[in-house]
């Protein structure tokens, strides 16, 4: 399961350097590459966790804690890129 956590975090990251470059600053689209696979990986550590213990324990609930609350913005945030909200952040 590890191999896929880690695939699963970095496959959610990756995309936002070629957005970044592309929309030169941060945009709500940033948000999209987050869904699929930070849901998947929030499902993972809640439902199909390995029985773990000691540090990687600790390190699969952060991790599930901050993947939360990211996809607690990221999912609004994607709704309103899809509705409109196209501009970034710091030009007017």
């Known amino acids: 399961m590890g191999n896929w956590i880690a695939a699963l975090v970095v496959i959610a990251m ?22 699929i696979p930070w849901t998947l990986l929030v499902g ?11 540090i990687y324990n600790i390190f699969l609930w952060v991790l599930f804690a901050v993947d939360f609350i990211a996809l607690a913005f990221d999912y609004p945030d994607a709704f309103k890129w899809w509705k409109g909200q196209r501009e970034v952040a710091g030009r007017t």
Not at 14 to 35: C, D, Q, T, V
Not at 45 to 53: G, K, Q, Y
């Open 44 to 54: 993972i550590i809640m439902f199909a966790r390995p029985e773990t213990s000691g």
């Open 14 to 35: 990756l995309p936002n350097i070629a957005i970044i470059f592309y929309e030169r600053g941060f945009s709500k689209r940033m948000a999209i590459p987050h869904l």
